[in-house]
Nanobody, 127 residues
Framework: QVQLVESGGGLVQAGGSLRLSCVVS????????MAWFHQAPGKEREFVAV????????????YYDDSVKGRFTISRDNAKNTVYLQMNSLKPEDTAVYYC????????????????WGQGTQVTVSS
C-alpha cells in the first residue's frame, strides 16, 4: 500500500517562501508520476504542479498551473523517495491545504487520475 506524508506547511507573509516535502513509501518511487494539488475552503481540489516518473532526474518533465508559473518549482529526489514543492513570492490567494499525489502512469493534471494521496498540509499566506 502506497503512503504519502506531506510536511513543510505553515504561516508566511505575502512575498515569503515555503518548501513542502512529501515522502512516499510502499512502492518504487521512480515509477510514480508525482503531483501537488491544493484545495481552498469551499473550492474544489486544483492542480498546482506535476513531475514525470523515471529513474533519471535530468529527463523529468515538469508542468505547472498558470497561476504558479515562475513562482513554484516541483522537484524529486528518487534516492529519498521525496517530492518537493518550492514556493516563492507567495500570495494570499495561495492559501490552501496542499496535497501530494502519486499515480502509476504518464503525466496527468486531473485529480481523479491520481490514486494515492497524502493527508495534506496547510499553507496560510497573510497579506
Amino acid at each position: 500500500q502506497v503512503q504519502l506524508v506531506e510536511s513543510g506547511g505553515g504561516l508566511v507573509q505575502a512575498g515569503g517562501s515555503l518548501r513542502l516535502s512529501c515522502v512516499v513509501s510502499g512502492g518504487t518511487f521512480s515509477d510514480f508520476t508525482m503531483a501537488w494539488f491544493h484545495q481552498a475552503p469551499g473550492k474544489e481540489r486544483e492542480f498546482v504542479a506535476v513531475i514525470t516518473r523515471g529513474r533519471y532526474i535530468r529527463y523529468n518533465e515538469r508542468y505547472y498551473d498558470d497561476s504558479v508559473k515562475g513562482r513554484f518549482t516541483i522537484s524529486r529526489d528518487n534516492a529519498k523517495n521525496t517530492v518537493y514543492l518550492q514556493m516563492n513570492s507567495l500570495k494570499p490567494e495561495d492559501t490552501a491545504v496542499y496535497y501530494c499525489a502519486a499515480r502509476l502512469g504518464s503525466v496527468d493534471t486531473t485529480a481523479l487520475s491520481f490514486g494515492s494521496w497524502g493527508q495534506g498540509t496547510q499553507v496560510t499566506v497573510s497579506s
